[in-house]
């Protein structure tokens, strides 16, 4: 089991930048991580995932070019970085691992077993 806790949200610029990290409290290196979103009335989505096979990584759509999900596993923390940030990109953000999780599964909030308490973005005009 490993707890998962996200720090790095705050307040920004449209255009602006952040970097989330989440930290785990266990070894991670067997997990896949996924970084998620969800904004006021809207399901939560996927922003990035990274597997833990080989560090393969998938994007949402509305991120690729922008975001960058990376992860350290000597200290067993992911990150997120986000460049030109826009007001839609506002939510709260969500870290998550899956055990062994699949590299075709990156991208699908279900196969996760565990989640972090979220840390809130805001992207102003």
């Known amino acids: 089991q490993v707890q998962l806790v996200e720090s790095g949200g705050g307040l920004v610029q449209a255009g602006g930048s952040l970097r989330l990290s989440c930290a785990a409290s266990g070894r991670i290196s067997n997990y896949a991580m996924g970084w998620f979103r969800q904004a006021p009335g809207k399901a939560r989505g996927i922003v990035a995932g990274i597997s833990w096979r080989d560090g393969t990584t998938d994007y949402a759509d509305s991120v690729k070019g922008r975001f960058t999900i990376s992860r350290d596993n000597a200290k067993n923390t992911v990150y997120l970085q986000m460049n030109s940030l826009k007001p839609e990109d506002t939510a709260v953000y969500y870290c998550?691992?899956?055990?062994?999780?699949?590299?075709?599964?990156?991208?699908?909030?279900?196969?996760?077993?565990?989640w972090g308490q979220g840390t809130q973005v805001t992207v102003s005009s």
């Open positions: 998550a691992a899956d055990l062994w999780g699949a590299t075709r599964s990156l991208t699908n909030p279900n196969e996760y077993d565990y």
